[in-house]
Nanobody
Framework: EVQLVESGGGSVQAGGSLRLSCSAPAYNYWRYCMGWFRQAPGKEREGVAIVDTDDITTYKDSVKGRFTASKDREKKILYLHMNSLKPEDSAMYYC?????????????????????WGRGTQVTISS
């Protein structure tokens, strides 16, 4: 059963931009941490942008200044705007919801901390 649906992936040259969208229709999802993860072949899944309920976002260091996550609560869509894309950004990108908080109250950034996942959208960046 698909609970989150990603779209917007594709192929683009280095330096280009893409906007990913995640449809998150359940009201409950918006009461918890949400985020974007990615996984390249042979690599572990990693957190890219994690957004809390106050819309404060924590980014992976390598995407800071290039990627921006945002929410449209009216449409119940989570976005990831990606600029200045690099070949190393190539991966399957996943939307995740129902993320838990750690001991200090922060959103976790590990995949095991999120309970709901989409099927992913492929992003391929050529040099």
């Amino acid at each position: 059963e698909v609970q989150l649906v990603e779209s917007g992936g594709g192929s683009v040259q280095a330096g280009g931009s893409l906007r990913l969208s995640c449809s998150a229709p359940a009201y409950n999802y918006w009461r918890y941490c949400m985020g974007w993860f990615r996984q390249a072949p042979g690599k572990e899944r990693e957190g890219v942008a994690i957004v809390d309920t106050d819309d404060i976002t924590t980014y992976k260091d390598s995407v800071k200044g290039r990627f921006t996550a945002s929410k449209d609560r009216e449409k119940k869509i989570l976005y990831l705007h990606m600029n200045s894309l690099k070949p190393e950004d190539s991966a399957m990108y996943y939307c995740a919801a129902v993320g838990r908080r750690g001991a200090r109250g922060q959103c976790v950034d590990a995949p095991v901390g999120f309970g709901v996942w989409g099927r992913g959208t492929q992003v391929t960046i050529s040099s």
